[in-house]
């Protein structure tokens, strides 16, 4: 998404943004399926804590080019989920490796 709304602030390609807000509409479908975000309910999906601040930094442009309301509830979402998962010490329960850590 995030490359296709550079190219569009960059050059004013209208196609540009209609590409990132299909794709921002698939990731809200899809990823949000079943009030469940990125790891299907597996704490340990291997999900690195990078993909959930690229996936909000990618919404928040995102609503910012379209104005969609629909992505800010998508970011709410996202950042109540994250919040919710913290474990005890704060940190994201994220598997950055092999061993879950």
């Known amino acids: 998404m995030r490359g296709q709304l550079s190219r569009h602030c960059l050059t004013g390609d209208q ?3 209609i590409v990132a807000d299909l794709a921002g509409r698939a990731f809200d479908r899809n990823a949000t399926a079943e009030g469940q975000l990125f790891d299907g309910g597996n704490r340990r999906g291997g999900i690195g804590s990078r993909a959930y601040g690229r996936a909000d930094w990618a919404l928040c442009e995102l609503y910012g080019a379209t104005g ?3 992505y800010l509830d ?3 979402r996202l950042n109540a989920y994250l919040a919710n998962s913290l474990r005890p010490d704060g940190a994201l329960s994220a598997s950055h490796d092999d061993n879950g850590v």
């Open 15 to 17: 196609r540009s943004l």
């Open 68 to 70: 969609n309301p629909a």
């Open 74 to 76: 998508t970011m709410g």
